[in-house]
């Protein structure tokens, strides 16, 4: 049998005005999805627990299967391994953002979002600049970039340099445990950033950004500093092959950890104009080869971060869409789809929040109920009750038959 | 107050196509189950945890109140316990079957499925056979025997002798952990089977049975090593003065563990024809005597593991007769009963899965709720909810205001 695990990032909401105070979900008018639903069983789930906000890179962690309380060390490792960098068990990883600092004040965090030039900026600085380990700069999508240390004695207990505000100083890195590693890692990050500046300023790049009327990208903000997530690969635990189709780094990178292929597909961007006939293609084809597919679409969350309520239903179509092409190309009877979010997004908020997602199970054996509307008001009246994200790769695998019983 | 706890093992299911894609208790008319359920508060029970298939001994364990995942220590210990072997604290416990070899392979794991004679065969290796360590073997049901090794420095960290399939040679057996422990443990099962075998080989029983045209039993296959789980008992955490009645030697073996008296009643088989009329006595007359009692019912799962849906709803029938009697039978004021499955066993599949079991609480001051039906679809409407095996004493013995409350 094969798995399809579809993650719709930020899904959840809570009623909007704009909406006559419906959620997304219940406004909007997605046929497919209430059809999965109709012939699925229905419940809710608490990517964490009830009421933890849930970050992407926590509620992925929980629900491909692990304890993120037990297994989460920072973003900036499994952002690095989502760029394509290609850090060592025992590296750290962080977060970068090009900023734009005038008299020693953060002017802008994000270099006014524009990233031309910012290529040739990292090149330089990979090239030019040394310090006591080996390291390794790369840009992200935007304005940022992903920064690993490669070294088997550095710590990711230390502190921000973005101080995540501005017309202040970047604050000087410190370490957060007094440990000789962490001690070592902040020394080494405020010398990466001094040279990287020196870099920077009055880089020809930045001279070409003045001219065109771009901020210019003269400061690296460090952020998010964090190490390898270690953990069982879904074919250590469950001899199971899996690949992961996402646009988005940071999803890339825990789906790394977890041993997933993340495959290459065409159009798909992790923004509004993702290319949703593409990622429904690849999905059909990965279906063919993997035991197990794990797809992500970021734009739900987009729009809900973006506080637009109406854009979060024309991106939840798209889902809906994806949805349509996932029931009619995969044999029911020997496919098990999961499809929910990754945690609640309210776009009257525009940040994430601890209320739980719908969620359902479609295909094989599994259990129907009387739900036939895939939304926050009608999913509770499922037959699944209220589960949790880690809860989400068990149950599939079990219906799959992917598992041993425990004891006998 | 009492307590009754009734599980009929393997009860959950999943569509039948044999029953119009219903499930047995879903098909069936089980108008005492239906009764209970209308009189009580219902909901959906996950043994361990969801999509987790549980073994029947991980099960108990949890269903009786610990968490397997730090208890369990395999089968053997349980299985012997269960047949009326009294093994030590720190003993290990094996599962044995009588199977035929014939030039050195096995032909038949289970020797023709006849018992005849296996008590002598039993007798004369406990009679003959020496080791370094005492032991014990006893038959159990069919042609299945335990043994117990009574010694403080074994392990149960050694693999079995018993291939699990047949027209290869049994199994050497050899340690799973490297441990001095573990090394001398398959030695001296190593000799243990060599031993046995030369009694064995030309016994008188088998030249019997082979004029009966029935294999010989003339090697034993060695599984399922296992050592006490060590938790406290009810009389130690809840004063409370447990009893079983149960066919089933592992479950036997498990109500033990937790210091259950195991009750002896005439007629009851763990097999389709067991006596229900006596179990049922056996449990009325229990209750007077014992502030708790456990009553087992196995054939559901039988008739599931054999893949007969029609089967599994008589063996259901027997169940509902059992209900009706303890609802005439007790004083529902003062009587707290909970019935539920061990596990799902999906006929159409014919092994344990992952799915909850649909579960109610009746008598004594339970909220009721609106389901009148008891099954996986109607339960998961009740208003329990979605609970684990371990709630469930818990819950019993705070109904029953057996429990202190914790703090103040």
Request: charged share 25%; net charge negative.
């Amino acid at each position: 049998m094969k798995m399809l695990l579809i993650i719709s990032d930020g899904l959840g909401d809570v009623s909007c005005p704009d909406l006559k105070n419906k959620t997304p979900l219940e406004f909007g008018s997605f046929s497919n999805l209430d059809k999965m639903s109709k012939e699925g069983i229905n419940g809710m789930m608490d990517p964490i627990r009830p009421g933890i906000a849930a970050g992407s890179d926590t509620a992925h962690i929980a629900i491909l299967g692990e304890d993120p309380y037990q297994y989460y060390n920072g973003r900036g490792y499994l952002e690095g391994l989502g760029t394509g960098l290609r850090p060592g068990p025992e590296d750290i990883g962080f977060r970068l953002n090009f900023g734009t600092i005038t008299d020693d004040k953060i002017e802008d965090r994000r270099a006014g979002r524009d990233p031309y030039g910012l290529d040739r900026l990292v090149q330089d600085i990979n090239d030019s600049v040394t310090l006591d380990v080996p390291f390794m700069l790369k840009v992200a999508t935007g304005t940022r970039a992903a920064l690993i240390l490669n070294d088997d004695n550095l710590s990711n207990m230390v502190s921000d340099g973005d101080p995540h505000t501005v017309f202040v100083p970047p604050h000087k890195i410190h370490d957060l445990d007094g440990s000789e590693e962490a001690k070592r890692t902040a020394d080494i990050l405020n010398e990466f950033s001094a040279k990287a500046t020196k870099v920077l300023v009055g880089h020809p790049v930045n001279q070409e950004r003045r001219e065109k009327g771009i901020m210019p990208a003269n400061f690296l903000l460090i952020r998010g500093a964090g190490k390898k997530p270690k953990f069982q690969t879904f074919q250590e635990k469950y001899n199971v092959a899996p690949a992961c189709i996402a646009a988005t780094a940071l999803i890339k990178g825990v789906a790394k950890c977890y041993g997933f292929e993340i495959l290459e597909v065409d159009g798909i961007t992790g923004e509004y104009d993702t290319d949703i006939e593409s990622k429904a293609d690849a999905t059909l084809r990965a279906l063919d080869k993997y035991d197990f597919v794990f797809t992500h679409f970021k734009a739900t969350d987009t729009a809900s971060h973006d506080g637009d309520p109406k854009k979060k239903i024309n991106m939840i179509s798209k889902a809906d869409y994806l949805v349509s092409r996932v029931m009619k190309g995969v044999d029911k009877e020997d496919t098990i789809v999961a499809f929910t979010g990754d945690h609640t997004t309210p776009c009257m908020i525009g940040d994430h929040t601890g209320e739980p997602v719908p969620i359902m199970f479609w295909g094989g054996r599994v259990r129907s109920d009387s739900v036939s509307h895939f939304d926050e008001r009608s999913c509770p009246k499922g037959n699944l009750g209220r589960i949790r994200g880690v809860d989400i790769i068990p149950m599939m695998m079990d219906y799959a038959q992917k598992t041993k019983k425990f004891g006998a």
